[in-house]
């Protein structure tokens, strides 16, 4: 993710981040139906934690550099505006 979104692939990294949630929740259920596995899932997810807090630090970076080259094309409000309401997760 962190390579699409250095490359400026802005799709495919939405679409990798909607892969590893899909990965994320097979963990979990996996962590319920086999107890034997939970150690292992439990220092994953700790894994994933840290990871995750890189990510939102490069996506918010992504987030203002977008918005700074929609200013900078002179659609900065109305595309700018828009973008704001949409991103409000961030």
């Known amino acids: 993710m962190e390579g ?35 150690q292992a899932v439990a220092e994953l997810a700790a894994t ?13 970076s992504h987030h203002k550099i977008v918005f700074k080259k929609l200013v900078q094309v002179g659609k900065g409000n109305k595309a700018g505006q828009a973008y704001n309401l949409n991103s409000k997760e961030f």
């Not at 994933?48 to 918010?60: F, N």
């Open 4 to 38: 699409l979104l250095q490359q400026q692939q802005y799709d495919e990294a939405v679409l990798c981040m909607d892969n590893r949630l899909a990965l994320i929740d097979q963990l979990v259920q996996l962590a319920k139906e086999c107890p034997i596995q939970q």
């Open 48 to 60: 994933l934690s840290i990871q995750e807090e890189r990510l939102k630090v490069l996506t918010v």
